[in-house]
C-alpha cells in the first residue's frame, strides 16, 4: 500500500504569541476566513512564547497548530521558531493582539511575486499612540537614510516574505521587537525588492498589557540604530562622522595659528588623527558587513518549481 504524503502548504502564517489567551481564538478564526479565500491549502502556526494563560488550548481549539517555547524568550525568538517549523513557500507574519486585520492578507500575498517581501504600512488613520509614531518616523528617516531606499514602516510585524529569503537571514535575527527591523533592513541590503501597501491598524484588543516597554525597548531600538549604522551600511556612518571631526580639527589648528599666533596644538593633532582612524574603521567594517551578506547569499539554495 503506497505511503500517503501530505502536500506542502503554499501560505504559512505565523503568529508569535504571549498571554493573548482572551482575544487569540478569534485572530485564528479570522486568519483562517482570510487566507482560505487566497489559498485552500495553508497552515496556521501559533507559537505560544511562554504564556501563563490558556492561549496554547484556545488556539489548539480554534484549529491552529502550535509550537510551545519552555520559557519567555522574545519576539523575535518566536518569529524565527515559526520560520524553522513553517512549510509554505509564503511566510506571513501577524499580530496575536486583534491589531492586524486578517483580510488585509490578500493585499501583501498578492504583490508576492513580483516582490521579494511586502510590508503592511501604519497608515495615519491607524489606532496608535502618538509618541510611538513620532518614533517611528525618526527610525524611518534613519533607516531610509541608512539603506538608500525609502522605509515606510521599519518597525511592522505585518510581512508577507518568501520563505528561502527568510530563512536566509534567520542567523542574523535577534530575539526582541527588533527582529522585524533586522528583517527589513537585511532584505534590502542583500537586493531583494522591498513593497509597502498601506493598512490600517486598530488598538490592541488583548486584556493583558503591550509587551513593548517605553524606556527599556526605546534603549534598545537606540542600540538598533547603532547596529544598522554599522551593521548595514557602515561608511554612511563613519565617512560623515570623520569628515565632520577633520574639519574641526583642522579650523581648531588654523584658529590658534592665525587668530592667537600660538602652535597648531595637540588637540587639532589628536581629532584629526582619531578621524583617520574613524575612516579607516569605517573600511574595515564596510569589508566585514559585505563578506556577511555574501555568506548568507552562499548557503542560501534558491529552491525550483518541481
Known sequence: MPVQTTKAPR????IPCLNEGDVIGEVIKKTQSAV???ERNSEILVINDGSTDNTSAVARAA???VVEHPYNIGYGAAIKTGIRHARGSILITLDSDGQHDPNDIQKLVEKIGLYDMVVGSRSRQS???THRDLANMGFNSFASYVSGRKIEDLTSGFRAIKAHIARQFLYLLPNTFSCSSTLTLSTVRAGYSL???PIQVARRRGKGKSKI???QDGM???FLILKIAVFYA???IFIPTSLAMFIVGLGYGLLRMLAWGVRYGQTSALLMSTAVLIFMVGLVSEQIAQLRFDRSESNTRIPTDE
Open 213 to 215: 516597554k517605553p524606556l
Open 195 to 197: 513593497c509597502y501597501v
Open 11 to 14: 501560505i504559512s502564517v505565523i
Open 36 to 38: 482560505k479565500k487566497i
Open 127 to 129: 489606532d496608535t499612540e
Open 234 to 236: 557602515p561608511l554612511k
Open 220 to 222: 534598545r531600538f537606540l
Open 63 to 65: 484549529g491552529a497548530t
